[in-house]
């Protein structure tokens, strides 16, 4: 192939690196650059000014990176071409949640990690800090698959502590690691979290609730709100879990124990429950702290006065 052709009106970004390929795949024969192309290709517009136009002429003629071999498996390698020469984009890890509960014996924990990826390449996920002291000891990742609500690749994060973890805060890092079709690696953005582990509850055949959830929990205007979730057992018979939604009560404690304010919750009909409790500065928690049927939960007080809510 030749080069000449190439007008000044290249777009530079895309087509020099275009330009310096078309000689080492001279040996493939020329090829003309077309508008439908371009669309199959999904480059279609960035490359219009270099890369489209019909057979002609003189310099109307302009060679572009696709290879004559139409039937030889030529547009794969070509689409990778084109990612790498604009430059293949980092997958972003999407935020989680920060504060994370999970309790010896009960259901594991899962952290769904989220990936968004221009060029939808083939991931990894990994915990950066594997290799501290007091990260978790155990834990897994399930194989990726795709998040029906926003058709995105996923990983989850799963983890079931062991007794000699319980009462303790570890700190986890994640982030995604791609290989490129090309052998490169790209590696994304990191997020944190927090997870808290709570010893075993005593076993009881009385129990009706799986999980006792505390989602957030906000301090504004001298009122905290508090949201969460309960999640009863399979097991549990209509007539359990209307007894326990009678006695579902929610006392709320700072880190050191104190109960600041109680009320009797009332989930809706997916487990979701949120209450708003009047409280001063002076009087939020700087730390929730949720309790039933020996089910545990905490989670930091957004925005309360770190000089003066009670500890």
């Known amino acids: ?3 000449k052709y190439f007008k000044q009106t290249c777009i530079k970004t895309a087509c020099a690196a275009i330009l310096t390929t078309v000689a080492s795949i001279s040996m493939m024969g020329d090829a003309l650059a077309q508008e439908e192309w371009a669309i199959q290709l999904k480059v279609f517009p960035k490359c219009t000014n270099c890369h489209t136009s019909q057979p002609g002429n003189g310099d109307t003629v302009k060679p572009a990176a696709k290879a004559a071999y139409d039937n030889g498996g030529v547009i794969p390698g070509l689409q990778n071409f ?48 594997a290799a501290s002291a007091t990260a978790p000891k155990g834990y897994s990742f399930s194989k990726p698959y795709t998040v029906a609500s926003s058709n995105l690749p996923a990983i989850d994060f799963k983890w079931k502590p062991v007794t000699a973890q319980k009462n303790k805060n570890y700190p986890v890092t994640f982030q995604a ?26 076993v009881s055949a009385k129990y009706v609730i799986e999980q006792f959830i505390v989602s957030s929990a ?71 702290k949720a309790e039933y049927e020996k089910l545990n939960a905490a989670r930091v007080v957004n925005s309360a006065p770190t000089a003066t809510c009670v500890k």
Do not use: H, Y
């Open 1 to 3: 192939m030749t080069q």
């Open 82 to 129: 084109l990612k790498n020469s604009a430059g293949n984009a980092k997958p972003v890890l999407l935020p989680i949640d920060n504060q994370w509960n999970v309790q010896v014996g009960e259901v594991p924990l899962t952290i769904p990690l989220i990936v968004k990826d221009k060029e939808a390449d083939s991931f990894i996920m990994q915990l950066t800090n």
């Open 177 to 202: 690691k791609e290989t490129t079709s090309t052998g490169t690696t790209q590696v994304s953005n990191t997020v944190k979290a927090n997870i808290f582990v709570w010893a075993a509850r005593p």
């Open 218 to 288: 906000k301090w504004s205007a001298n009122k905290l709100a508090v949201t969460g979730r309960v999640v009863f057992k399979k097991t549990a018979s209509t007539a359990a879990r209307a007894a326990a939604l009678k006695t579902l009560r929610l006392n709320i404690k700072s880190n050191l124990g104190i109960v600041v304010a109680s009320v009797l919750l009332k989930p809706n009909a997916t487990g979701a429950w949120a209450s708003t409790f009047a409280l001063t500065g002076t009087k939020v928690p700087c730390l929730v």
